[in-house]
């Protein structure tokens, strides 16, 4: 549990893991709106999200008297939604990719990934591609993030949370949220721009110089 | 400031929340270097992107299908243990 916080929904979650079905309702009344949200920006059709979301409470039924409340109920209810999002679009991606290229094994900003393919996005790119391409190339570029910046990138840049917000939901600090969003920033911008980028007006990123 | 770090900068300069001093010189190179220039904008572009479309309401009638679901589930789950 992030430090000097108290669960705001712990008395619900001690009636429910005692069977009372009334308070696991209240659980998923205050949530289902906000996970049915992130899950819909993430699997981007809405059977899909129903479906994410029923499975993600039900797994927490099945999961319930094991959850020790060393997360908030929320975050942990957000994690199983988010695996059980990226597990549906893995299931529904038809041009699957089996490799994950950038190294990303820190949370400090030593290694930080240079940008590899830098260019100006095609002209409308959005207008021109088909809107259903572009959401699985979104669905699928966020897919191959590793979990521990995905779920980053969707707090901060997907539900608009806080830096401030986002670690103590997830039990960090800032700086390794920072450090998290701008790896997954990085990456995402790397695929994107790799699909979407003008080839023929590509440039060098010269890391040593300081143009003044 | 070279690119190295204006890297580290970025996040808080796309996202405004960047000391007004560290702000000037991360302009400056901008000012001098397309390259990065490119990369804040792809960096907008995607999450632009990401957020674009329009919110999608959760269906009312999911709300019901939802709660018969859960209900059947808990009661296997539940009535099955106190038992």
Redesign the interface.
Known sequence: MEPSTVDPDHELVVRAKSGDFSAFEQLVALYERRLFATVFRIVRNREDAEEVVQDTFVSAIEHLASFREEARFYTWLMRIGLNAAFKRLKQNDRNPRTVSTVADSGDSYADIPHPQFIAPWRDGPVASAERKELDELLGRALGELDEKYRIVFVLRDLEERSTAETAALLGMTETNVKVRLLRARLQLRERMTRALGDESRQLVQHHEHSPE | ????EL??A???Y?DGHVDPAVCEEFE??L??????Q??V???R???E?????V?????PE??D???Q???S??TK??GA??E
């Open positions: 400031m070279k690119c190295e890297l580290k970025l996040n808080d796309v400056s190179h000012a001098g270097c397309n390259p990065c490119v990369v904008d792809n960096i572009n995607t999450i992107l990401y957020r674009s479309g919110p999608y309401e959760m269906p999911f709300h299908r939802l709660r679901r859960l209900k589930k808990w789950v539940f243990r106190k």
